[in-house]
C-alpha cells in the first residue's frame, strides 16, 4: 500500500499564493506520476495538475500561468505553488499517484484531502 500525506490548505484572500505539499510513503516501487485534483461542491472531482516520472507536466486549462507543480523524485514529494487564487479556486484539494508496488503491479492512490478557501 501507498500512503499520501497532504499539507498546506487553508483560507487566503483573492490574489494571495497557497502552496500545497504531498508526500508519498509505504510500499514504494516506483512512482510513475503524482499530482494534484480538486472538487468543488456540487462538481466533480478535476484535474488541476500531474507531474510524471519523465519530466512530463499537465496542467488545467483553468491554472495554467498561475499555478506550477513541483517533484522531487527523490523524496517522493509532489508541491503545488497557486499564485493568483480566485474564489473559484476554492475547493478540496486531494494529492494522487499512479505507483507501483511491485514490477509488475501498480494502482491509483489518493491522499485525505486539504481544503483551500478563497474569499473574494
Known amino acids: 500500500q501507498v500512503q499520501l500525506v497532504e499539507s498546506g490548505g487553508g483560507l487566503v484572500q483573492a490574489g494571495d499564493s497557497l502552496s500545497l505539499s504531498c508526500t508519498a510513503s509505504?510500499?514504494?516501487?516506483?512512482?510513475?506520476?503524482m499530482g494534484w485534483y480538486r472538487q468543488a461542491p456540487g462538481k466533480e472531482r478535476e484535474l488541476v495538475a500531474t507531474?510524471?516520472?519523465?519530466?512530463?507536466?499537465n496542467y488545467a486549462d483553468s491554472v495554467k500561468g498561475r499555478f506550477t507543480i513541483s517533484r522531487d523524485n527523490a523524496m517522493n514529494t509532489v508541491v503545488l505553488h497557486m499564485n493568483s487564487l480566485k474564489p473559484e479556486d476554492t475547493a478540496v484539494y486531494y494529492c494522487?499517484?499512479?505507483?507501483?508496488?511491485?514490477?509488475?503491479?501498480?494502482?491509483?492512490?489518493w491522499g485525505q484531502g486539504t481544503q483551500v478557501t478563497v474569499s473574494s
Open positions: 494522487h499517484t499512479y505507483a507501483y508496488t511491485d514490477p509488475f503491479k501498480w494502482d491509483v492512490y
Open positions: 509505504g510500499s514504494i516501487f516506483r512512482i510513475v506520476a
Open positions: 507531474a510524471n516520472s519523465g519530466g512530463g507536466i
